[in-house]
């Protein structure tokens, strides 16, 4: 391996997903905070996690993403229009093309 990227990762080195989910004591947060779909992370992995929280939870979506992958995009929209829970949107950067159609699923955009 050469030394000079082991001191100095690229970004795919750092990053495992462009998500996030963490479960809180009142709900859920989601963090978008790359491009969607980047990395060969899809969103089937998304939709899991999101699957996996309980029915009902409130969910946090904070945004911050220049677009990416439409077609992830649309599959996680969908994902969270059948989330029974509440759904806040967080708009704390850019929420820029497929990230903007990610954004619409919230019942309130912040």
């Known amino acids: 391996m050469d030394p000079t990227r082991a001191r100095n990762p690229n970004r795919s080195d750092r990053m495992k997903n462009w ?7 009142t709900g859920a947060e989601v963090l978008i905070y790359d491009e969607i779909g980047a990395y060969g992370v899809s969103a089937k992995g998304f939709l899991a996690e999101l699957g996996a929280l309980p029915d009902g939870v ?5 945004l911050n993403s ?8 649309v599959a996680i929209y969908n994902a969270l229009q059948r989330h029974d829970g509440t759904i806040t949107v967080w708009i704390d950067g850019v929420a820029a093309s497929a990230a903007s159609y990610v954004a619409m699923a919230g019942d309130e955009i912040v």
């Not at 998500?19 to 004591?25: K, L, Q, S």
């Open 19 to 25: 998500y996030t989910i963490r479960a809180r004591g």
């Open 58 to 62: 409130p969910i946090d979506l904070r």
């Open 66 to 73: 220049p677009g990416g992958s439409v077609f992830d995009a």
